[in-house]
């Protein structure tokens, strides 16, 4: 058994004896570690895959790809292309919140990777996915939003009905938010 899948299956063990403050506070020690470097980035991966909370698997994500950031180039492109591909093959648990912290980055190498992941998502993923953006997304992940809208409006497909609605709201939400600074 490898190592990843020992960790799993330890990490689904205890899940449900652990609420999500305990396993927001585990992870947050070990996101210290990481960014001290007394742990790798890797090490967050099981809880990434592992944990269903939608701020727990966030969060993860976000110090995984913040863990390679200081790391050659080549380091931080396999960084994002395991998490592009936890999200392809399904691998996390909550999907959603994987690309949720890929969306957030911006990046338009990212961005890129996850257009051709959008429409893959079940309308719970992409709910996550627009709860979990960004108080202030930038003009880049506004485009991506619009352009994934676009491509589920007017579909007779129930699942791209759902994306788009939940897409139209959190674009929604970015104007209001846009309008609010732009009037203070």
């Not at 305990?22 to 967050?44: H, Q, T, W």
């Not at 200081?70 to 292309?81: E, H, I």
């Not at 079940?122 to 619009?146: D, M, T, Y």
Request: hydrophobic share 50%.
């Amino acid at each position: 058994m490898s190592p990843m899948t020992s960790g799993l299956i330890s990490y689904w063990h205890r899940l449900p004896a652990e609420s999500p403050a305990v396993r927001r506070l585990n992870l947050a020690a070990l996101r210290d570690d990481v960014r001290a470097g007394l742990r790798p980035p890797d090490a967050l991966v099981t809880v990434i895959l592992g944990d269903i909370d939608d701020e727990i698997v966030l969060a993860g994500t976000r110090a995984y790809l913040e863990g390679c950031v200081s790391s050659p180039t080549g380091k931080r492109a396999a960084t994002v292309d395991a998490a592009v591909e936890w999200v392809r093959r399904g691998l996390a648990l909550n999907r959603g919140a994987v690309f949720a912290a890929l969306l957030a980055t911006g990046d338009a190498i990212v961005l890129e990777r996850l257009a051709a992941l959008r429409l893959s998502l079940s309308a719970g993923e992409v709910a996550v996915v627009c709860r979990q953006l960004p108080p202030s997304p930038a003009k880049s992940i506004v485009a991506f939003l619009r352009e994934w809208a676009e491509l589920a409006e007017g579909s007779d497909d129930p699942t791209l009905s759902r994306h788009h609605e939940w897409l139209a709201g959190a674009l929604d939400h970015c104007s209001q938010a846009k309008a609010q600074l732009v009037a203070a």
